[in-house]
Nanobody, 124 residues
Framework: QLQLVASGGGLVQPGGSLRLSCTAS????????IGWFRQVPGKEREGVLC????????YYTDSVKGRFTISRDNAKNTVYLQMISLQPEDTAIYYCAADFRGACESDPLQMDWWGQGAQVTVSS
C-alpha cells in the first residue's frame, strides 16, 4: 500500500525552527519528485518547495527563500523540509506529495500521491 506520512509539525514562536519529515512506505522516494505544499483555511493550496529525482530544488514561494530548505535521506526513504526564522504567515497545514515522473510541479493537481497534512502554527 502506497503511503506518505508527514510529521514534525507543531507550535513554534516567531523566529523559531521546525523540521518536517515526509516518509514513504510502499514505494521508494528517490525515484520521484517530492513537493511540499501548504494551505490555510479559505485559501488555495500553494506550492512551497520541491526536490526532483535528480535532487534539484525548486522554490515556488519567494517568501521562504533563504529560510526553508529541502533534502532527502534515501536510506530512510524520507524527504525533509527544514524551516528556520518562521513567521506567523507561515502558519498552515503542510502537505507532502509525490510526482511519479520525478519532476517538480507547482500545480497541486499535477501531483500523483499525497500524504496527510502536518499543522504548523507560528505564534507567540
Amino acid at each position: 500500500q502506497l503511503q506518505l506520512v508527514a510529521s514534525g509539525g507543531g507550535l513554534v514562536q516567531p523566529g523559531g525552527s521546525l523540521r518536517l519529515s515526509c516518509t514513504a512506505s510502499g514505494f521508494t522516494l528517490d525515484y520521484y519528485g517530492i513537493g511540499w505544499f501548504r494551505q490555510v483555511p479559505g485559501k488555495e493550496r500553494e506550492g512551497v518547495l520541491c526536490i526532483s529525482s535528480s535532487d534539484t530544488s525548486t522554490y515556488y514561494t519567494d517568501s521562504v527563500k533563504g529560510r526553508f530548505t529541502i533534502s532527502r535521506d534515501n536510506a530512510k526513504n524520507t524527504v525533509y523540509l527544514q524551516m528556520i526564522s518562521l513567521q506567523p504567515e507561515d502558519t498552515a497545514i503542510y502537505y507532502c506529495a509525490a510526482d511519479f515522473r520525478g519532476a517538480c510541479e507547482s500545480d497541486p493537481l499535477q501531483m500523483d500521491w499525497w500524504g496527510q497534512g502536518a499543522q504548523v502554527t507560528v505564534s507567540s
